[in-house]
């Protein structure tokens, strides 16, 4: 018998289906082993040694494969193909002391992977147990030396992230802009014809309501004529396969899911065999299932596609698609992955595109530079749109003729101001994060729930806001670690990590480049950086001594400044927020 280790018991219960009796298949629940929690756990002496230790959580199960471990002839070590995946492969061998195994990987669960992975085993890739060890060790380093920096300057249980100070830096600075920004008014003027036309003023900067009075007193008593008409085809392209990203900023848009709900649905999608893995930057699809696509799609709408994936993807990997193009079952999830596979390998929709210009002729003696123009289109093939929708209004103008004359029903003037850039959604700050280079596919979804488990953004009507807390600990950071929350910087620092992936560097070099400074600049910053206190004119009910705004994780609050002698403490209480503000944390 052989024993094949796997992360879930949903996925072990799928991998069991395809197998015999000759195999068990077993679950280690995730992670076996990590760094401490209440340590450092990282021997900065010896080489940023890792020092793991089994999870408490864990130890049942580990009891449980080595008791099965006794009498099995073989162990398959089948966890995911990413970095944590065999990060998790390696642990177990550790744990188990396996001193012989083998390594296997799939992109799906299906009888056809698992039996041509069996019959393609490795070793342990430690190129990609190291980037993923580079990472954890980052992120220890930074978390449990600036944390107690922000407890001793700020307040106690605060937390600083390496990837999650960048994200909530973006929404600061969107939270700036947008509170610097000042709107600007313009107006724009339509005309609404007989014709069932409706057309809009071109090229005229019209700034306030005398300005639109001006050119509505002007056009009194106008003709309308039609001096050019254009049409044309275009063409509308599918979208390519969803990636980690896309598909996370698809079901937000689309679904409204969060970048959490999306990752945990598509886990037991992929665990119970109806797609892909879903933790990839790679836009391939395999040719087993673009053999599929052809025999499913109408010839007249098939149009196999190769899309390029943007530099540094795991071109090996697939991109998130069905593992059997025939099947449908009651997933939205699912319904949105299938949708974008198959468009992605339809025909372009083509539209008719229309555009017509009309002149105002004034009376005479006035001269006109008053040029209104309507566009119009319509579906003249839906292609990809068959199977994928997408929002395209179609507007078919009437049939005109250069020359004609228009009859005008009414002039339609219209006050408006210009908006600033919006607030963060989900969808947005993903494509923001990818853009940027920071964090990874796996990684988008944790770090949004922790900026908001930490109370540094609130999201509100989809949108998110930084907390006061926030803004303290990202300006802290900015003034005094401005490598931490550099997006550059942090985005070199994730081409090292790919690299170290790659076997192009090794990650000892890489850590101690970025700590050393970081641990000199941090020590300095001790003894540099006053804690935050606020003096007020308020005495302390109790004591009579001043009382101070201090800071807590929920925001600012006012406290004795004979602390610990007085503890008297009180509430800082902020007006009602207006309808498009979120309220405020209180302590």
């Known amino acids: 018998m052989d024993l094949v280790i796997v992360e879930s018991p949903t996925k072990a219960n799928t991998i069991s289906r395809y197998l015999g009796k000759d195999y068990q298949v077993m679950a280690s629940m995730g992670h076996i082993r990590d760094l401490p929690r209440t340590v450092l ?21 580990i009891k449980e494969l080595k008791d099965v471990l006794k009498s099995a002839d073989n162990v398959i070590l089948a966890t995911d193909e990413d970095r944590e995946g065999e990060a998790i492969s390696w642990h177990l061998s550790a744990a188990l002391k396996l001193k012989d195994y083998q390594r296997i990987v799939f992109h799906e669960i299906t009888k056809k992977a698992i039996e041509q992975a069996l019959k393609n085993p490795r070793k342990i890739d430690m190129r990609l147990v190291d980037a993923q060890q580079a990472r954890r060790i980052l992120d220890r380093l930074v978390g449990y030396k600036l944390s107690p920096f922000l407890w001793k300057k700020i307040a106690k249980r605060l937390s600083a992230g390496r990837v999650q100070s960048v994200a909530v830096r973006l929404i600061v600075d969107r939270e700036r802009e947008i509170e610097k920004f000042k709107p600007e008014e313009f107006w724009t003027l339509d005309a609404e014809f007989k014709e069932k036309l409706k057309a809009r003023l071109l090229k005229t900067e019209i700034k306030n309501k005398a300005e639109a009075d001006k050119i509505l ?59 892909t893995y879903h933790r990839t930057d790679s836009l391939n699809l395999s040719e087993d299932f673009l053999s599929q696509v052809q025999k499913f799609i109408e010839p007249n709408y098939l149009e196999i596609k190769k899309y390029k994936a943007k530099k540094g993807a795991q071109e090996a990997h697939e991109a998130i698609r069905p593992t059997k193009i025939s099947r449908k079952i009651d997933d939205k999830l699912y319904d949105l992955i299938w949708q974008r596979a198959i468009a992605s390998q339809m025909k372009p929709a083509i539209l008719d595109s229309v555009s017509v210009d009309m002149r105002a002729r004034l009376p005479v003696g006035m001269a006109s530079n008053y040029i209104f123009r309507a566009n119009g289109q319509q579906i003249k093939f839906d292609g990809f749109l068959k199977i994928y929708p997408m929002l395209i209004s179609e507007n078919l103008l009437p049939k005109l003729l250069i020359s004609q004359i228009l009859r005008l029903l009414k002039l339609i003037p219209e006050q408006h101001f210009t908006q600033p850039l919006a607030r963060y959604s989900e969808a947005s700050l993903i494509k923001a994060l990818e853009k940027e280079g920071i964090g990874r596919p796996s990684t988008y979804a944790p770090i949004i729930s922790t900026i908001q488990d930490r109370g540094y953004v609130r999201k509100f009507k989809g949108r998110f806001y930084p907390q006061e807390v926030g803004i303290m600990v990202n300006d802290l950071l900015v003034e005094h670690f401005p490598k931490i929350v550099d997006v550059g910087f942090t985005a070199n620092m994730e081409e090292d990590l790919d690299k170290i992936a790659a076997g192009q560097k090794e990650w000892v070099p890489i850590i101690r480049e970025f700590y050393e400074p970081f641990a000199k600049n941090l020590e300095l910053k001790y003894e540099a950086v006053k804690k935050f206190v606020e003096q007020t004119s308020e005495k302390c009910p109790e004591c009579g001594q001043p009382m101070v705004v201090r800071m807590s994780r929920f925001g600012k609050f006012l406290g004795c400044s004979g602390f610990p002698k ?8 902020y007006p009602l927020p207006n309808s498009d503000k979120p309220e405020p944390l209180l302590n």
């Open 41 to 61: 756990g990282v021997d900065i002496e010896n080489n940023f040694e890792p020092k793991y230790q089994i999870l408490p959580k864990k130890r049942k199960s």
């Open 217 to 275: 007193e002007d056009l009194e008593n106008a003709e309308y004529k039609v001096i050019d008409l254009k049409e044309k085809e275009t063409r509308r392209n599918p979208l390519p396969p969803l990636t980690t990203s896309t598909m996370q900023q698809d079901a937000a848009r689309r679904l409204h899911y969060s970048a959490k709900q999306t990752m945990m649905l598509a886990q037991k999608l992929y665990e119970k065999g109806y797609i």
């Open 566 to 573: 007085c503890r008297f403490t009180k509430p800082i209480k």
